[in-house]
């Protein structure tokens, strides 16, 4: 071995030594530091706290909703006031349910909707019908009567329907089935529309109704 390649060899193990023996030097948790860097994760800010809100609600609200028997015996009301069975409305095919209370947000009812109505490109939807209560007949009226949707809507006269969801500030989706339980339940997001065209998309093949997207 020549003595430039020996110097070279040289200097090589001295930088290795020195490097271990600085790293031994540390403290444990600088060696961590060192070893393994976390990288850096943008803040989500709003998504991060609606996360954080839905896992709070699930084990308490969405958990128990889930599978609970309805009244078949629930009476709801049209806009223009005339009384009908939910019985009747569901009949024998699983029906998806939008609920909503008079104090939840109607921007997000709104997003739901429109999410709806591009998925499905229908004039009529009878596989989807909206709940929400009747805090007057006034107010239930004017909330309901300039809303064009391909689905109807109907007012719960002074009940619910008996989930611990409801009248949480929250709307939220289900599938009601023949023999009335409650299933598949969703809770949009306006601020994450992407989860709930998946949600909506898995429901409408589930109910036999075509997707566009």
Known sequence: MNKDNLLNLTLTLLMATTTTLVFLLMKPKAR??????????????????????????????????????????????????????????????????????????????????????????????????ILTDIYTERDFLIKTRNKKYAFATYGLPGTNLGLPLENKNLPFLFVLTPDFKATKIFVPFKEVPYQTTEYLKEIFRYLNVPVYE
Do not use: M, W
């Open 32 to 129: 961590l530091e060192q070893v393994i860097v976390a990288p850096k994760v943008a803040d989500d800010g709003p998504i991060v706290k609606l996360k954080s809100a839905f896992y709070n609600l699930y084990p308490t609200l969405v958990i128990p909703s889930d599978n609970k028997l309805v009244s078949n015996k629930t009476l709801v009301k049209t806009p223009e006031g005339q009384a009908r069975s939910l019985k009747e409305l569901v009949g024998d095919q699983p029906k998806l349910i939008l609920r909503y209370s008079h104090i939840d947000c109607e921007v997000c009812v709104d997003s739901v909707v429109s999410q709806i109505n591009r998925i499905t490109k229908r004039d009529q939807l009878p596989e989807v019908l």
